[in-house]
């Protein structure tokens, strides 16, 4: 049973963790060598804390109880005695190996080392420990107080034991598990390529400008948040930094291919919210200013539905591909798009919703007019459309 967490990051996703730890009742030691990342962590929770005793969420006893489980270290000797620890810093393999290294040294032989890695290979992280079976991927999403997924990802070095342990704690945290194949960008990461990816590139053909393609995937699809506006808020570097990471350890495969557009604003620091300037722009607040919309085009209404097709069935057929290699089972997919990036639909219902032929034929028309593998349509789907199947 899991009764000590050491935490090491104090950013804002290590910091969310700790309050989910203490929330579920464990004991955290929340370790970062900043000082100042330490204060403000804590200070972050103080507010948090206060917030939710307003908002009559707790009451103050249960304010004090979490805040009272966390505790402040900067040295990893510190986390000796715990029973699980998570990573999340940086995501430089090399630097999560260093520190899972050292970190051996003073945890015992029974304690879990997890990384919260968002796409890099958990393999390669375990190879740096000596009992590389006690190693997992837990990766929350942030805000990791309030998303309720998390997945679960074992190296092919993990034990039963370890997974059977890491599902049972996160489910006891009251998050949804989903557990997911050691592959780039795991559930999430991955089969969310295309939301970015082929928005990205209609904009880049000059078929719609940036508000044009997030309202008709907002006004048509549903989508609480458009793509351009979702890289904004993720941050254009971060975006595309995960971006290129799969698409280079898919072996360059062009479905994952990065665009021009989001690495040139990387480059010029248009980051999005934090920098007040995207492909939109904000105020000092991160409120949108309105009319903000960089090189708008202006096209006829009728291409939207168009639009938000062209990307479901992207995302459909990336969904299907990752149930195709066995990344994950049909309703972790879909439970991971729903919980983690607040999809409307499970990809995987929204194909049976449309037809997997309606899927396979939009998927072939797109394969016609570009004759790029980008668009190859999944075999499951072709198979599925032969047998007249469903996903569920």
Not at 324 to 334: L, V
């Amino acid at each position: 049973m899991i009764k000590i967490v050491g935490i090491i990051g104090a950013g804002t996703m290590g910091a969310g963790i700790a309050q989910v730890a203490a929330t579920a009742g464990c004991s955290v030691k929340l370790y970062d060598t900043k000082t100042d990342a330490l204060e403000k962590a804590k200070t972050d929770l103080e507010k948090i804390m206060t917030r939710l005793v307003e908002k009559g969420k707790i009451n103050s006893e249960e304010k004090n109880r979490i805040q009272n489980n966390i505790k402040y270290v900067n040295t990893l000797k510190e986390l000796k005695d715990s029973d699980l620890t998570i990573e999340a810093i940086v995501e430089n393999i090399d630097i999560k190996k260093n520190v899972f290294s050292t970190l051996e040294k003073f945890v015992s032989d029974e304690c879990i080392i997890a990384s919260n890695t968002s796409s890099l290979s958990i393999a390669s992280i375990a190879a740096s420990l000596q009992k590389p079976e006690r190693c997992i991927g837990i990766h929350f999403f942030n805000p990791a107080p309030l998303m309720k997924l998390v997945e679960v990802i074992p190296a092919i070095q993990t034990s039963y034991e370890t997974l059977e342990t890491a599902m049972d704690t996160i489910a006891s945290w009251k998050k949804t598990v989903a557990v997911a194949k050691d592959t780039p960008g795991f559930i999430v990461n991955r089969v969310a390529r295309p939301f970015y990816g082929e928005a990205l590139r209609i904009y880049e053909e000059g078929n719609a400008s940036f508000s044009e393609i997030d309202s008709a995937m907002k006004e048509i699809g549903g989508f609480r948040m458009g793509p351009f506006e979702l890289m904004d808020f993720i941050g254009n570097d971060v975006n595309y930094t995960v971006t290129e990471t799969v698409f280079e350890a898919f072996y360059f495969d062009p479905r994952y291919r990065p665009a021009f557009t989001q690495k040139r604003f990387s480059e010029a620091g248009y980051l999005g919210r934090k920098s007040g300037i995207g492909y939109y722009e904000y105020d000092k607040n991160g409120n949108l200013v309105k009319d903000s919309d960089i090189n708008s085009n202006v096209i006829d209404s009728s291409i939207s539905n168009k639009i938000f097709e062209r990307v479901l069935v992207m995302l459909i057929n990336e969904a299907a591909d990752a149930l195709f290699w066995n990344i994950a089972s049909a309703e972790d997919i879909d439970s991971a798009m729903t919980k983690a990036v607040n999809y409307p639909k499970g990809l995987l219902a929204w194909a049976d919703e449309k037809g997997i032929d309606w899927c396979v034929k939009k998927m072939d028309e797109l394969y016609d007019e570009y004759h790029e593998d980008r668009y190859r349509c999944s075999p499951l789907l072709r198979k599925m459309n032969r047998e007249n199947k469903t996903f569920f």
